[in-house]
């Protein structure tokens, strides 16, 4: 059983920036797939970004296109969401998501959460 543990979400203004983070506790992340989601109050839970194990392969959903980054250093077992120039639509729970396969991201093992909260 693979148990996910995000981290780093917080209270952030508009325009700035944060690093979350995931990583696995007594387990590797290295052959696995990882996407980010997330869930905005009364909304239903959306994909984020998406990256392959090695690395080499990343995909966003077009509203964060070119302000948030994925990636991952296996060996550190950790995944990274950058995220820029934050909006106060960014606002949600974000979810990090271990899917065996790259098109079963959304499937399988997920984390806890972490709670972004983008306001002046």
């Known amino acids: 059983q693979l148990q996910l543990v995000e981290s780093g979400g917080g209270l952030v203004q508009p325009g700035g920036s944060l690093r979350l983070s995931c990583t696995a506790s007594s387990a590797t992340l290295r052959s696995y797939p990882i996407a980010w989601f997330r869930q905005a109050p009364g909304k239903e839970r959306e994909f984020v970004a998406a990256?392959?194990?090695?690395?080499?392969?990343?995909y966003y959903t077009d509203s964060v296109k070119g302000r948030f980054t994925i990636s991952r250093d296996n060996a550190e077992n950790t995944v990274y969401l950058h995220m820029n120039s934050l909006k106060p639509e960014d606002t949600a729970v974000y979810f990090c998501?271990?899917?065996?396969?790259?098109?079963?991201?959304?499937?399988?093992?997920w984390g806890q959460g972490t709670q972004v909260t983008v306001s002046s």
């Open positions: 990256i392959n194990w090695s690395g080499g392969r990343t």
């Open positions: 998501n271990a899917a065996l396969e790259l098109d079963q991201i959304g499937t399988r093992y």
